[in-house]
């Protein structure tokens, strides 16, 4: 389970607004976090209007999941906008990813037909720039 849900559903909110457009399919997805997460509908359409500030993520492992949701999220529309890279990079910079990860791994989407990239695969990516 999600240790703050709401500051997660708050990066992916600012994420989609990013290239000042929120698709359908960015809206779903969302809401089908905060299902998940059982964070009501009222709450999350709040957090629409006033996202929470970024909190800081201590462990790799929560560093990598919130990274990979922000990319899940950013892909849901099928477009990437130039806007919503530099977003990404910069959520990245603050949870000390560096910008080249976020290259490799939206690279390595394209592999994947469902662009969703394996956890081991995931984690190959990470531990050569990190280790």
């Given amino acids: 389970m999600e240790k703050d849900p709401k500051s997660l559903l708050s990066d992916l909110i600012k994420m ?44 790799e492992v929560d560093r990598i999941t919130h990274f990979y949701k922000l990319i899940l999220i950013m892909r849901a529309d099928q477009e990437t906008q130039k806007a919503e890279l530099a977003a990404l990079k910069n959520f990245g910079l603050k949870m000390g990813i560096r ?26 990516i990470f531990k050569i720039y990190y280790n």
């Fill in 16 to 59: 989609v607004k990013a290239d000042g457009k929120i698709a359908d399919s960015e809206i779903a997805l969302i809401q089908k976090l905060a299902q998940r997460m059982e964070v009501p509908s009222d709450e999350l359409a709040e957090l629409f209007k006033n996202p929470r500030p970024s909190k800081p993520l201590y462990s």
């Fill in 99 to 124: 910008p080249i990860v976020s290259d490799q791994i939206l690279k390595k989407m394209e592999d994947y037909k469902s662009g969703i990239v394996p956890a081991e695969e995931l984690l190959k």
